[in-house]
T-cell receptor, first 109, second 114 residues
Framework: GENVEQHPSTLSVQEGDSAVIKCTYS??????FPWYKQELGKGPQLIID?????GEKKDQRIAVTLNKTAKHFSLHITETQPEDSAVYFC????????FGKGTRLHILP | DGGITQSPKYLFRKEGQNVTLSCEQNLNHDAMYWYRQDPGQGLRLIYYSQIVNDFQKGDIAEGYSVSREKKESFPLTVTSAQKNPTAFYLC?????????????FGDGTRLSIL
């Protein structure tokens, strides 16, 4: 079955700098890759997703890239702000969705 | 205002007791899901339902049960057979169960043992 690895588990960046979170997946049949942001005491919120027929997608300060050959995808957050501090989860889906273990992002003032 | 509502936000269970977590959605979604989240872990699938009156076991179904009598409701019962029930439980829904539809989550129920 599918296995999703997410790195790093914790990431600290200076406010205004960029943050990159990387995920790899094992099942080449996976064709949908969402990213979720989870704030303390809340449920995960979908922030961006990408399907296997595109290599990159951007939404304001957030972008996701997908390399199907290498089976990895990444989340890029530019011009980070304090409200970006949260736990971020990647996921990959073929017949069911498998989540990575999350990255705790700290934005330093 | 459409969304997924989970209740209660906090729940305490005594040893040997069954408890039921509520999940209601008004998004008119066909598919609903229950996940368990433990500290430092990803989300693990307990049960899912792609249509009313039908549901399937996920990866960690032992000690849990569900029902799907109405499209908008998917309650989860944590039975006394679940020996380590302390966790954060998340309910989600999607338009249908196909491969590339996003899941939308509620704000969770935190279950603790007394």
């Amino acid at each position: 079955g599918e296995n999703v690895e997410q790195h790093p588990s914790t990431l600290s960046v200076q406010e205004g700098d960029s943050a990159v979170i990387k995920c790899t997946y094992s099942d080449s049949a996976s064709n949908y890759f969402p990213w979720y942001k989870q704030e303390l005491g809340k449920g995960p919120q979908l922030i961006i997703d990408i399907r296997s027929n595109v290599g990159e997608k951007k939404d304001q300060r957030i972008a996701v890239t997908l390399n199907k050959t290498a089976k990895h995808f990444s989340l890029h957050i530019t011009e980070t702000q304090p409200e970006d501090s949260a736990v971020y989860f990647c996921a990959a889906r073929d017949d069911k969705i498998i989540f990575g273990k999350g990255t705790r992002l700290h934005i330093l003032p | 205002d459409g969304g997924i509502t989970q209740s209660p936000k906090y729940l305490f269970r005594k040893e040997g007791q069954n408890v039921t977590l509520s999940c209601e959605q008004n998004l008119n979604h066909d598919a609903m899901y229950w996940y368990r989240q433990d500290p430092g872990q990803g989300l693990r699938l307990i049960y899912y339902s792609q249509i009313v009156n039908d549901f399937q076991k996920g990866d960690i179904a032992e000690g849990y049960s569900v029902s799907r009598e109405k499209k908008e409701s998917f309650p989860l019962t944590v039975t006394s057979a679940q020996k380590n029930p302390t966790a954060f439980y998340l309910c989600a829904s999607s338009i249908d169960g196909t491969h590339n539809q996003p899941q939308h989550f509620g704000d969770g129920t935190r279950l603790s043992i007394l």
